[in-house]
């Protein structure tokens, strides 16, 4: 069994860096990323 990166599995599933779908992938994780920090945000303002 080999144990390999976070990026070859990337890489091998979604295509390397510069392909089509990898960048769609790498573009919906920023946006989903971005929208739980505002939630998080939010949630620890209303809080206060």
């Given at each position: 069994?080999s144990?390999?990166t976070?990026?070859e599995?990337?890489?091998?599933?979604?295509?390397?860096?510069?392909d089509e779908?990898?960048d769609?992938?790498?573009?919906?994780?920023?946006?989903f990323?971005?929208?739980?920090?505002k939630?998080?945000?939010?949630?620890?303002?209303s809080?206060?």
């Amino acid at each position: 069994m080999s144990i390999k990166t976070w990026s070859e599995v990337k890489d091998e599933v979604f295509g390397p860096i510069g392909d089509e779908q990898r960048d769609e992938v790498e573009r919906e994780v920023a946006i989903f990323k971005e929208r739980l920090l505002k939630r998080k945000a939010k949630e620890e303002n209303s809080i206060e």
